[in-house]
């Protein structure tokens, strides 16, 4: 994949609508080289030292926007499904307000479902890299981690990942669904839902793309957390197969 438009010109002169002063913002379209529009893809803009700081997912239309939280270096990265997934060079984001420019282009990459299994060593890799993640095993909570046949089976009949905890009988929460949002509730509290560490908007929780997780996992609050999310945090946890394989 590359960028089909440079970051030099775009910082220079590629102000699209105006916005506040403290706003500076990155949208673009996701495509293949031909032009298709690239659904359900997500984007994520990184910094320095790898760290997501906001992420978004294409609708229909293969539009993205994500916000940049201050000035300083950051890369773009995509993935979805049948296409090779891209991390760019880094880029300065210098702080100058506007609406900017960047359209992706991904190469094809065919995906094969046929033949997936979760191996030992896989499950192994998925346990330790859960651990450094939430700061305590996963072995012991109360919902078993859902596994990528899992979202694989749920994607081909068509599920979202309300459908999944919903039927799938996850104990302890319960789905409330309104026209613009999704409720994970327990205990009359809505749990936070994070894709590779960035919370996802209760407007996006439907969109979640299924087909690229590799895991889930459910925390209640009083599962306590010890990691960065502080003590007593719970939430629903979702990492892509690509961010599962990236070393840390």
Not at 8 to 18: E, F, N, Q, R, Y
Not at 126 to 135: I, K, M, N, Q
Request: net charge negative; proline share 6%.
């Amino acid at each position: 994949m590359r960028l089909l438009v440079s970051f030099l010109g775009l910082l220079v002169s590629g102000v699209l609508l105006p916005r506040p002063a403290s706003a500076q913002i990155l949208q673009g379209e996701v495509v293949g080289p031909d032009g298709t529009v690239v659904t359900n893809a997500l984007v994520q803009l990184v910094d320095g030292e790898g760290q997501i700081m906001a992420t978004d997912l294409t609708a229909e239309d293969g539009v993205y926007r994500v916000e940049v939280p201050e000035p300083g270096s950051y890369a773009l990265e995509a993935q979805a499904l049948g296409w090779a997934p891209y991390r760019s060079a880094m880029f300065e984001m210098t702080g100058l307000s506007g609406v900017f420019r960047v359209d992706l282009i991904l190469e094809p990459e065919p995906f094969q479902m046929e033949g997936l299994e979760i191996t030992v060593e896989r499950m192994e890799r998925v346990v330790r890299r859960l651990r450094l993640e939430l700061g305590r095993d996963v072995d012991g909570l109360r919902n078993e981690p859902i596994d990528v046949e899992q979202f694989r089976d749920a994607w081909e009949l068509g599920w979202d990942l309300p459908d999944i905890l919903r039927r799938g009988g996850a104990s302890g929460v319960f789905v409330k669904e309104t026209p613009g949002s999704v409720c994970i509730e327990h205990r009359q509290s809505c749990l936070p839902v994070y894709l590779n560490g960035m919370r996802v908007p209760n407007s996006m929780v439907r969109d979640l793309p299924l087909e690229m997780l590799e895991v889930g996992v459910i925390v209640q609050p009083s599962e306590t957390i010890q990691g960065s999310l502080g003590q007593g945090t719970g939430g629903v946890f979702l990492y892509t197969i690509h961010w599962m394989q990236e070393a840390r």
